[in-house]
């Protein structure tokens, strides 16, 4: 699955680079621009067969309609609301997370790319000290165990955007693609 994710992200992305030069060059807001590349990553789901998960900007809810957190370094739980999110809607209990994604402007401050950067680790660790876990049985407490996060950063000046990829908890590769 891991393999066929990274393949739909590439394909989807490489298609709202091509497709969004305009807004990304006009510098349209980070919400706007991640609304597209949901439109990108849903049409690729459907391409790949992969049915019943959503691309979701700005998604804020888990099971109940509960606000989604997580716990940070220090154990305290954290309200989130990343800016893209893949996922089932809570309808897969055995893999409801699949690609989690933070977009950032290189103009933005450090404090904020940092801030996205620890999301995406978070997001994608599947336990946190054996505290709680993804068991794939059960939906737990605090989100957790997408499968990929990915970190954007656009530079419309270099018309570049860098792209971090996390898994388990740690960035597992960047690479740079130009637009």
């Known amino acids: 699955m891991e393999g066929l994710l990274h393949i739909i992200f590439k394909e989807s992305t490489n298609t709202f680079l091509e ?3 305009d807004n990304i060059l006009n510098d349209v807001a980070e919400r706007n621009l991640c609304g597209r590349l949901a ?6 789901l459907d391409e790949h067969g992969i049915k019943g998960y959503y691309a979701d900007p700005e998604y804020n809810r888990k099971q109940n309609g509960r606000v989604k957190t997580i716990l940070d370094d220090e154990m305290n739980v954290v309200t989130i609301q990343c800016d893209l999110i893949v996922h089932s809607r809570g309808n897969n209990i055995q893999q409801d997370n699949l690609i989690a994604i ?3 402007k290189s103009n933005r401050p450090d404090e ?3 801030s996205d950067r620890k999301r995406l680790r978070a997001l994608t660790k599947s336990s946190y000290d054996d505290v709680w876990s993804y068991d794939g049985i059960a939906l737990p407490e605090h ?4 499968i990929m996060g990915v970190y954007m950063e656009l530079d419309i000046i270099e018309r570049e955007c860098l792209f971090e990829y996390y898994r388990k908890g740690k960035k597992v590769k960047e690479r740079i693609k130009s637009f």
């Open 19 to 21: 497709e969004e030069v």
């Open 39 to 44: 439109i990108y990553i849903t049409e690729k």
């Open 102 to 104: 933070e977009m950032k």
């Open 112 to 114: 904020e790319k940092e």
């Open 143 to 146: 989100v957790c165990g997408y």
